[in-house]
Structure formats: C-alpha cells, structure tokens
C-alpha cells in the first residue's frame, strides 16, 4: 500500500462537539530524515489535525515491515485513533512500503 506522508489527509468522526461530526483532517508530523517525494513519511505515532476546530488523532497503525525511525510507515487505510478517529486517505503516488 502507499505509504502515508505530512499534509496527507484522513477522513474520520470527530467527537470533540456537541454530537459527533465527520471531518476532515490532515498529517501534520513526520519523520526527521526519512522522506517520500520530498514530504516526511508519517509514521505510527504521527498526529493528524482536523479541520472542524484543531482537535487532533494519533495515528496508530502501519506496516509491520516497514520501520521508519522506530516506529511502523503509516499507510493509506490505516487508522488513527482519539477525539478524531478514522482512516488515511491518500498517500504518496510512487512510494510503497511493506504489506
Ligand atoms: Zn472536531
């Protein structure tokens, strides 16, 4: 699967409001030297910003072969977790890790 970089986007639901809400959000940490087509890979660990307000997930699954500075290479479909939680949408278009 491609892997997942900064400024890569999730889609998800947000229970930071009154009722939870779908939103949109976007990769806003990644690795320090490691990267895809010039953006840093986003790693487990990495965290995700939405754009309903700020409130932030983790992301918290990637590839169990591909280590990136520690932690696993996030990929398209894996998922992150917290007030916002949901799925990696996009990644990078040429660059693949692990399974
Ligand atoms: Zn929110």
Do not use: K, Q, W
């Not at 699967?1 to 806003?28: D, E, K």
């Not at 790693?43 to 990637?62: A, N």
């Amino acid at each position: 699967m491609n892997n997942c970089r900064m400024g890569n986007l999730g889609v998800g639901v947000c229970v930071a409001h009154t009722h939870p809400i779908s939103a949109v959000g976007m990769i806003m940490t990644g690795a320090a030297t490691n990267n895809s087509e010039y953006m840093p890979d986003a790693r487990s660990s990495d965290i995700l910003l939405s754009f309903c307000g700020g409130h932030v997930g983790i992301l918290v699954t990637g590839s169990p072969t591909s280590l990136d500075e520690g932690p696993s290479t996030s990929r398209v479909l894996d998922i992150f977790a917290g007030v916002f939680s949901g799925v990696l949408t996009d990644g990078a278009g040429t660059h693949v890790c692990g399974n």
